[in-house]
T-cell receptor
Framework: LAKTTQPISMDSYEGQEVNITCSHN???????ITWYQQFPSQGPRFIIQ???TKVTNEVASLFIPADRKSSTLSLPRVSLSDTAVYYC?????????????FGKGTRLHILP | DSGVTQTPKHLITATGQRVTLRCSPR?????VYWYQQSLDQGLQFLIQ???????AKGNILERFSAQQFPDLHSELNLSSLELGDSALYFC????????????FGPGTRLLVL
């Protein structure tokens, strides 16, 4: 599984667009990229998933360049309730004994 | 509500004891994953089961074991507990075995005194 690197923390203000970038230089051909959101003392929650180019849903967009060595989660017009930890996960169709590595995530703090 | 249930929500026990955590996956999901999250740490993958069989193993201690039953619920057994085992334990489920979108339960908070 590809190792991921994210900023440890980010601050932003309400109403702003927030972009969190994840690096995954050794991503494999059949890997896909998934982002999760976690609030304190809760289980992570799926946000968005993509393979290449751009994916958009009702809560976020995911931008993946052609080389797929990084991805950017974009949160439009954030609010205080978006304060959470965001994890980037890169995984393929898992073979036996593949490990899942979530990393430490990005702690996003939204200020009023 | 993800559809994944975990019991108990909280567990307080003493060092050296043994506990069992239980997880029921979403209806139709065949894979169950277990994770450990210590205070202010990331998620540590422990083990995955798919349709009753062990599929992948992470950094799971020998004192820990898990199984998935024919009705697809899973149990994580923690024995000879140590203070450092105090953590949140999450269960997640997914449709198949491919590590695709996982749906997480609310977690069990274990405190070892």
């Amino acid at each position: 599984l590809a190792k991921t690197t994210q900023p440890i923390s980010m601050d932003s203000y309400e109403g702003q667009e927030v972009n969190i970038t994840c690096s995954h230089n050794n991503i494999a051909t059949n890997d896909y990229i998934t982002w999760y959101q976690q609030f304190p003392s809760q289980g992570p929650r799926f946000i968005i998933q993509g393979y290449k180019t751009k994916v958009t849903n009702e809560v976020a967009s995911l931008f993946i360049p052609a080389d797929r060595k990084s991805s950017t989660l974009s949160l439009p017009r954030v609010s205080l309730s978006d304060t959470a930890v965001y994890y980037c996960l890169v995984a393929r169709g898992m073979n036996r004994d593949d490990k899942i590595i979530f990393g430490k995530g990005t702690r996003l703090h939204i200020l009023p | 509500d993800s559809g994944v249930t975990q019991t108990p929500k909280h567990l307080i026990t003493a060092t050296g004891q043994r506990v069992t955590l239980r997880c029921s996956p979403r209806s139709g999901d065949l894979s169950v994953y277990w994770y450990q999250q210590s205070l202010d740490q990331g998620l540590q993958f422990l083990i995955q089961y798919y349709n009753g069989e062990e599929r992948a193993k992470g950094n799971i201690l020998e004192r820990f074991s898990a199984q998935q039953f024919p009705d697809l619920h899973s149990e994580l057994n923690l024995s000879s507990l140590e203070l450092g085992d105090s953590a949140l334990y999450f269960c997640a489920s997914s449709v198949a075995s491919q590590g695709e979108t996982q749906y997480f339960g609310p977690g069990t908070r274990l405190l070892v005194l």
